[in-house]
Protein backbone atom coordinates (compact mmCIF):
# COMPACT_ATOMS: atom_id res chain seq x y z
CA UNK A 1 0.00 0.00 0.00
CA UNK A 2 2.79 2.39 0.71
CA UNK A 3 4.60 1.68 -2.48
CA UNK A 4 1.23 2.51 -4.58
CA UNK A 5 0.60 5.72 -2.18
CA UNK A 6 4.00 6.87 -3.39
CA UNK A 7 3.94 5.99 -7.03
CA UNK A 8 6.09 2.66 -7.47
CA UNK A 9 5.10 0.39 -9.65
CA UNK A 10 7.21 -2.38 -7.51
CA UNK A 11 7.45 -2.41 -3.16
CA UNK A 12 11.01 -3.52 -4.14
CA UNK A 13 11.62 -0.26 -5.31
CA UNK A 14 10.33 0.97 -2.04
CA UNK A 15 12.57 -0.88 0.25
CA UNK A 16 15.20 0.14 -1.46
CA UNK A 17 14.56 3.75 -1.86
CA UNK A 18 13.92 3.91 2.08
CA UNK A 19 16.04 1.44 3.56
CA UNK A 20 18.77 3.24 4.94
CA UNK A 21 16.36 5.17 7.79
CA UNK A 22 18.34 4.10 10.92
CA UNK A 23 17.06 1.15 13.55
CA UNK A 24 16.77 4.04 16.05
CA UNK A 25 14.11 6.26 13.66
CA UNK A 26 11.11 3.14 12.86
CA UNK A 27 9.73 3.59 15.75
CA UNK A 28 9.06 7.46 15.32
CA UNK A 29 8.48 7.07 11.49
CA UNK A 30 6.09 4.39 11.78
CA UNK A 31 4.22 6.71 14.99
CA UNK A 32 4.36 9.74 12.36
CA UNK A 33 3.13 7.40 9.25
CA UNK A 34 0.24 5.65 11.55
CA UNK A 35 -1.07 9.58 12.49
CA UNK A 36 -1.51 10.46 9.05
CA UNK A 37 -3.14 7.51 8.22
CA UNK A 38 -5.65 7.99 11.38
CA UNK A 39 -6.49 11.30 9.53
CA UNK A 40 -6.62 10.20 6.30
Known amino acids: MVAERLGHADPAI ?3 VYAHVMPGNQREAADW ?3 LVEGA
Open 33 to 35: FAA
Open 14 to 16: TLQ
